[in-house]
């Protein structure tokens, strides 16, 4: 076996995929057996976000199957924003509290303790507890109560026969043909006990797959599944499509989802993004930068911290808006070398038509990052700094269901199917109101404007959030 020190750049969250796509090209055998499939990048932030709705104040968070952290980078980062924590001793120190990685494969021990460290500014060394090597189906996992895991992808022909014989000894779900996922996520169960939330990642065939009945009513039966996602293909030379799952603690409520362990009905698995069909984005709402580099630099002088009032508008920028939430007040706004903690901009200093832009509905959209990301100024008053884009729709009533259809996840797929190419280092993509004109958007279902309404006001309320992603895939499927 090799033993290769990392050396990685650029943004660690993307290790986890880069070290799974070394593996396969130089040694397949032992990637098939390792199941190394790394979870990509935007659905690891996915996965993770649904997982805070879930359990918004995780103390104890364990992926047993870690790889490269494609999952405990994006962890880490919720929970430093969460904490507020900026330095690197805060930032380890959390890890050391809250975190814990384990994998069987050494390689993927150095590159996620690496990846960690460098998200944190300390050194692998200082993690030589967070994330050790160990082989999780070998004995009892601490518990948790988060455990987000994409466990090995090794189907049941990989596993070597004794080792199947043991394992299926020692396990309530292993019957039939069983995928080596299967005792796995048996064991998250169990780390999760009671009271603990699960976030996996899965092969799609766990939706339908006979063998994973047992699996299917332990993950929502005995426990309740609150987020199905399917994700399509997870790399166009990976066989695979993974589905998400979110599986909280309490018996399922009877509905729509079968409770026996029956195959659940998908929404939809994600279809190809270059198949969505619809009325471009640009035909139903004037896109704009938000503004200029004489604007941007205009601003400058005239932003300062204060209150919004009637003559002071409240500015967000790329920086300060996640999906459906604007982080006004919360983090500072970084402009042109200046720090403002809580910016507002004098309605004089913005000239007309910006001000009217300000004061209209409207989307702010960040003009960087890994998928779309959404700020739903609803009832306007909200001014969009340097780097965003604007979505200022023709017809206000349709500006609930574009919000909801430019955060799902078909039109980030759309997005990066299509101008992927142009992203930046770390899968960062440029958002640009021309690029953007010609997303396709399938006509609104009704009753989107309540639960966009929800949405906006608790980001974290899992309700709303699921409502919506049900109505986009829904949408996305008919088109
Ligand atoms: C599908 S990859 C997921 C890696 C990472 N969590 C991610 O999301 O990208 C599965 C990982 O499980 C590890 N693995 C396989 N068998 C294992 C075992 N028995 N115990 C712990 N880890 C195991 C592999 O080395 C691989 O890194």
């Known amino acids: 076996m090799r033993h290769r020190t990392p050396a990685w750049e650029g943004d660690p969250a993307t290790w986890g995929t880069r070290l799974a796509d070394r593996l396969r090209r130089e040694d397949p055998v032992r990637a098939a057996q390792l199941g190394a499939v790394a979870t990509p990048p935007e659905a690891a932030v996915r996965l993770v976000e649904a997982a ?30 969460e904490a507020g924590a900026r330095t690197p001793a805060d930032r380890t120190r959390l890890l050391r509290a809250h975190l814990r990685g384990l994998d069987v494969d050494p390689d993927a021990v ?35 109560d988060l455990v987000l895991a994409n466990p090995p992808w090794v189907d049941a022909t990989t596993v070597p026969p004794a080792r199947r014989r043991d394992l299926a000894a020692r396990s309530r ?25 699960l976030a996996l990642l899965l092969p799609e065939a766990a939706a339908a797959a006979p063998y994973a009945r047992v699996a299917r009513a332990g993950l929502h039966g005995t426990r309740t599944a609150v987020h199905l996602e399917a994700l399509g293909a997870l790399r166009e030379d990976v066989a695979v499509r993974g589905l998400l799952v979110v599986s909280v603690p309490g018996p399922a409520p009877t509905g729509a989802l079968p409770i026996d362990g029956a195959p659940w009905p998908l929404p939809s698995s994600a279809p190809a993004p270059a198949a969505l069909t619809g009325r471009p984005l640009g035909k139903l709402a004037t896109l704009v930068g938000a503004a200029t580099v004489a604007e941007a630099y205009a601003w400058r ?16 920028n790329t920086g300060t808006v996640d999906p459906w939430t604007a982080h006004w007040g919360q983090r500072p706004l970084r402009y042109l070398g200046r720090s403002i903690p809580r910016p507002v901009i004098p309605a004089a200093a913005l000239g007309d038509r910006r001000l009217a832009q300000a004061r209209q509905p409207k989307l702010v959209l960040a003009g960087l990052s890994r998928r779309l990301e959404v700020f739903a100024d609803l009832d306007g008053g909200w001014v969009g700094a340097k780097s965003t884009v604007l979505v200022l729709p023709h017809d206000v009533r349709e500006l609930a269901w574009l919000a909801a259809w430019l955060d799902g996840a078909p039109a980030s797929a759309w997005y990066a199917h299509h101008y992927g190419a142009l992203a930046l280092r770390g899968g960062y993509l440029r958002v640009a109101p021309r690029l953007l004109a010609a997303l396709p958007v399938p006509p609104a279902p009704p009753g989107v404007d309540a639960i966009v309404r929800a949405r906006c006001a608790d980001p974290e309320d899992p309700a709303p959030a699921d409502a919506l992603a049900r109505l986009v895939t829904e949408a996305a499927r008919r088109t």
């Open 301 to 316: 002088d005239a932003l300062h911290t204060g209150t919004p009032d009637a003559t002071h508008l409240p500015v967000v």
């Open 52 to 81: 805070w709705r879930a359990q918004p104040r995780p103390t104890a968070i364990l992926d047993p199957a870690c790889g490269g952290g494609a999952l405990l980078v994006p962890a880490a980062r919720r929970l430093w924003s």
């Open 110 to 144: 150095r590159t996620c303790r690496a990846a960690l460290a460098h998200a944190a500014g300390c050194t692998p060394g200082d993690l030589a507890e967070v994330v050790v090597e160990c082989d999780a189906l070998g004995a009892p996992l601490p518990p948790a």
């Open 173 to 197: 779900w292993a019957r039939g043909a069983w995928d080596l996922w299967v005792p796995l996520v048996e064991r998250c169960v169990e780390a999760a006990g009671p009271h603990g939330v």
